[in-house]
């Protein structure tokens, strides 16, 4: 551990640890970050960059990147190389998203809006009894709303494509694969309520005898869902 105290930045090697414990007590919403090298910084602007291999957990959120950015004051978070989040408050209600780079915008310690730019990858489990089953969405942008700890809305910009299953009473009904300039995904209580396709709109509907056993062949391209540890 280095500290420079003229320059207000101090530097951390050998796999270091950050525990940020809320001021409220909640261990829930206690920051724990793990990288090879921290360097803080308490100027005008307080941060943390975490470098290599770093993992994020607060609360229900938890990350994965070779950069972290982590602004204190703000209240936010930007990822970069290769940065994934996954975020649920159970396995039947989990999401993963990656991107190029990402901007977390979190509003009293709970993440609000999430920005992701550049091969930008969303994907939520689609059912708990069906677990090779997952809705997902793709484009070189998206933004993913969320309230109450739950998501609320996802949009995707610039070569939009989703792809989401049906069911009907709790058993499978099918998948749609739709495509357009931009989709709006809105969620009620964590699941698909309805989908809005604007600009250039193609769709495909794959009826359930087709789709059953067979979810691998429906995944979009760069699917690549990777469990939470």
Known sequence: FENFRKQKFSRMTERPFVIQIDSSGGRNDTLF???NIMEAYQDSTERLVAIDSVTITRGELAAAAGVSIFYTALDSMILRRSPVI?????TSDEHQVSG????IKLVNRKIR????RGDA???SRADSTYRNRFNQMTG?????????NK???IDVDKTATSLYYLFDNGKGNGANKSTGDHVAIIFVDGRIDAIKVIGGTEGQYFPEKMVNNHEADYNLAGFNWKERK
């Open 100 to 103: 190029d780079s990402m901007f």
């Open 151 to 153: 998501i609320q809305r």
């Open 86 to 90: 996954w975020y649920g408050t159970s």
């Open 121 to 123: 990858f969303a994907i």
């Open 33 to 35: 970050v793990r990288s």
């Open 140 to 148: 070189q942008e998206i933004i993913l709303g969320f309230e109450e």
């Open 113 to 116: 809006t999430a920005y992701v």
